[in-house]
């Protein structure tokens, strides 16, 4: 195998390759570092697709993985079941049990009432008792979905160590043409468009993050969670906008209206839900609108990256989310960055989501006489650059 497929992250594309000799190579964007440790050649159907793995035992792979055929046993292999179940998460097919020589009177008898095993989705068994953990209920998806499948959505993002929301449901992608149905905490989604790439940990398969944002937020009706969701992607740089652009116009339209909102926030540089919270709360108000992420200059120094920045008044707003300022060095930047703006002559106004959320009248209030107030005083000498700039 030659090489890597390649993988677009952030501002930017960086490709990985492995060369047939093996040895480590690290690729992804700035500030995220990818760690491939090997390329294994994975067959698929007619062809042949590649795989690797990052630093965090997950592997980018192409799509149409399928498990590893199995010749049916006529006497009972339990080391196979063993390691079976050890690599599926304790989560087994009727299928692959047959194969590995286990009768239907055995297995009807694990799955007896008050027995060993349990019976997740139909023909998919749990071979532990209790309550099944996410990666049992992942891969016991998978396993219903058959070959090729794909986590998506909530359960992808997960994996990702992305903001997911709390869903009760297993999105998994199949091809359009399998004919399977949603069942129990299953729901298929059948596409023309199964992704060209995937990422893969240990036997659990999901999409890469551009199309589980936008399945994601097909599903979602809260728009506040499409928001928190598509702002996370971004600001993490799993994804860039441009390639949820894509999965917008390439995705169906139904149930697409969230993501399209978003994502024309996010191009007048909206970059997070409290400032989108913001921005709403200014047009309702009939406020003037300002520029978001503004990059601040005098001269050629840049000064701060404003949330809100009124340039006919010199007004600058701050959203002060508590999960930014959680470390003693996060609340001092933030003090030295309000002391450059003022140092200028910017009047700089703060406010936290949930005033934004529960104060709109005092936080309208509070910008309506601070733009009053610094037209009169008039305008520092400072250059703003729009954050798409």
């Not at 060369?19 to 050649?41: F, K, N, Q, W």
């Not at 592997?59 to 050890?86: N, P, Q, W, Y």
Request: hydrophobic fraction near 45%; charge should be positive; aromatic fraction near 4%.
């Amino acid at each position: 195998m030659a090489h890597c497929l390649p993988w677009s992250v952030g501002n930017g594309t960086s490709t990985a390759r492995a060369e047939a000799s093996g040895g480590g190579v690290t690729a992804g964007p700035p500030g995220l570092a990818v760690s491939m440790a090997h390329c294994l050649p994975w067959s698929v159907g007619n062809g042949t697709s590649t795989a690797f793995a990052d630093g965090l035992g997950r592997r980018i792979v192409g799509t149409g993985c399928h498990a590893a055929l199995m010749t049916r046993r006529s006497d009972f292999d339990h080391k196979l079941l063993a390691e079976m179940l050890r690599k599926q998460h304790d989560v087994v097919t009727r299928r692959q049990t047959a194969n590995c020589g286990m009768t239907d009177r055995a297995l009807r008898y694990r799955i007896r009432y008050g027995g060993p095993w349990q019976r997740l989705l139909p023909s998919v068994y749990l071979a532990v008792t209790g309550t099944p953990t996410t990666d049992q209920r992942d891969m016991a998806g998978l396993l219903y979905a058959g070959p090729g499948s794909l986590l998506t959505a909530a359960a992808a993002l997960r994996r990702l160590g992305l903001k997911a929301p709390r869903v009760d449901v297993v999105h998994v992608l199949v091809p359009a043409a399998r004919r399977r149905q949603s069942t129990g905490f299953v729901r298929v989604l059948r596409t023309t468009r199964m992704p060209e790439q995937a990422c893969i940990s240990g036997q659990i398969r999901f999409a890469m993050a551009a199309r589980a944002v936008a399945d994601a937020a097909h599903m979602l009706k809260d728009l506040a969670e499409v928001r928190a969701v598509v702002a996370d992607s971004v600001q993490r740089r799993w994804c860039r906008v441009a390639e949820l652009a894509e999965e917008l116009r390439r995705g169906p339209a139904t149930g697409s209206a969230h993501l399209r909102r978003v994502l024309t926030e996010v191009a007048d540089g909206i970059r997070s839900t409290a400032e989108a919270d913001l921005r709403d709360l200014v047009k309702r108000a009939g406020l003037p609108m300002p520029m978001f992420n503004a990059r601040l200059y005098a001269g050629k120094v840049l000064i701060a990256v404003a949330d809100a920045w009124w340039p006919e008044a010199a007004v600058a707003a701050e959203v002060d989310s508590r999960e930014w300022h959680l470390s003693p060095g996060d609340w001092e930047r933030t003090l030295r960055r309000h002391a450059r703006l003022t140092a200028h002559g910017i009047l700089v106004l703060h406010f936290t989501p949930k005033q934004i959320r529960t104060e709109p009248d005092q936080v309208v209030a509070a910008i309506r006489a601070a733009l009053d107030a610094a037209r009169a005083d008039g305008q520092p000498l400072v250059r703003a650059l729009p954050a798409s700039a």
